[in-house]
């Protein structure tokens, strides 16, 4: 890869943060326009990674906003609609979480389900960057992100690892990993209705009609059953362990005993969950593939997939039994790193979200986990891959692994943010 002139890394940084504003819409940040004209969950906690980079203040507000949001039972809500918009489908009304036991009264309306647990980790590196102005606001956050871990143990990890109840919560919408459960059911009773996403994206970027369909029928399952956790534990057939859930959460709880000690609170019951998504994380384990793997918990059956989330157990801070042959295949194959789906595989698709295009966010994690565990060649190749990328073709939602076509929605919120939180040169010198 060409080294970056001074000039250029200035652009591309000012840039970034004039995306950070564009997107911004005071107090929170869309993913970007149109495409996703709400606040959505870790997308809001990465674009506090950005704004941490130039404006802390602006940082802590994101992190404030999107927990604020938090369900009573200590749910944090994948989507928060701040405001009306009728190009977006589905929009509050379809899910229908207006006095959902769980919820509780006076909350902003939102979706009924979650998003992989980012925030404590993005919260602890806001108060990096400041901790003398920081530690009030960290402080005032702590009881909310120990809800939320304490909600996912309770109602998500019966396996230890962290289960989800709709494929929109792992953040890998279309994944391969999701084809075999999601097969296991046939979408009765879809109410009609009429896709957005293909009126602003290419539809060969997006998720097929039939994984719509299914996705709809999750949606009414969750609002007929009133976003009942135990309903779903108990009668929705989709209900699988994700590793993208098992590893962000154990990050974020390492990272929450980190917050804990700066705050001087306890730690035993964070280190208790901590020592069970561990346990968890081995059960998702795929010999067969040498890499973690999501699990069907309805049918015990692992999905058979190598997706940039095997990739994840670094960034969670497991160190033994890691997938580095198989990730050095992957590597191999590909010329930019990490696909979200393995080139090898014949389910393979270049240009179809999480079904094998390059995702900055994922990168950046997986890169960070590696640097932290000593694999410094193999992080620095992906961070390199992420600069070319965003370098030769903006700040797209995410790229085609081969030939670096940037795909999706354009001038992205989380692009923007690992841009200047970690991929940039300017980054690596804070």
Sequence with gaps: MQTLTDTRVDALDSEARRILRLNDRGGYTVPTDGLYPYQWN??????????????????????????????QNGMLPHIQFHQ????????????????????????????????PPVA???????????????????????????KLHRWFMESRAESGAIAIVHPW???????????SAMAAFEPEGVEPYTRRDTGHVDPRMRPTKADYDRYIWLVQFGRDTDWDDAAFAERSPFRVADPTMTFT???????????????DEPT???????????????????????????????TGELSGCVSNASFLGWWGGLRQGQPTETLHRVLADARYAVPSFDPADPRFDSLRYWRGPVWGVMNMMVSTGLHEAGLTDEAERIRRDTVALI?????????DPQDGTPAGGGTFTWTAAIWLGWASPTAQER
């Design 391 to 399: 370098d030769q073709n903006g700040f797209a939602e995410y790229f």
């Design 120 to 146: 404590a980790s993005f919260a602890l590196r806001t108060y990096a960057k400041d901790g003398a102005t920081g530690q009030d606001r960290l402080r005032a956050l702590f009881p909310r992100l120990m």
């Design 84 to 115: 009306e918009d009728a190009g977006y489908f589905p929009g509050p009304g379809v899910w229908g979480t207006e006095g959902a036991p769980g919820k509780g009264a006076g909350r902003v309306a939102s979706s009924g389900i979650t998003q």
């Design 268 to 298: 035993e019951e964070i280190e208790g969950w901590i020592t069970r998504l561990e346990a968890g994380a081995e059960t998702l384990w795929n010999e067969k593939t040498g890499c973690y793997d999501s699990r069907n918990l309805r």
């Design 249 to 263: 959460l154990m990050r974020a709880s390492r990272d929450l005993v980190g917050i804990a000690r700066i705050l």
């Design 42 to 71: 870790w997308d809001s906690a990465f674009a506090a990674l950005g704004f941490a980079a130039f404006d802390v203040d602006r940082a802590w507000t994101e992190l404030e906003t999107l927990m604020a949001g938090q369900w």
């Design 169 to 179: 919560e792992s953040g890998r919408d279309n994944a391969p990993d999701w084809d």
